[in-house]
């Protein structure tokens, strides 16, 4: 979506509100957990769903 929206991690964090090293570790997928607020944030800067930037993994 960043690629879609032309805009950088670093823009994204600054308008969400985190830093780069916490974005980063959401875009790896190695986050455990996300906020709601964050996901908001995220979908409202990147005008998409949550379906967009979300997968289900069954582990």
Do not use: H, W
């Amino acid at each position: 979506m960043l690629v879609k929206r032309k805009m950088r991690s670093n823009e994204l964090a600054e308008i969400i509100g985190i830093t780069n090293a916490n974005l980063s570790i959401l875009k790896s997928g190695k986050a455990k957990a996300i906020r709601f607020t964050t996901l908001d944030a995220i979908c409202k800067a990147l005008k998409c769903q949550p379906a967009d930037i979300l997968e289900y993994l069954d582990e």
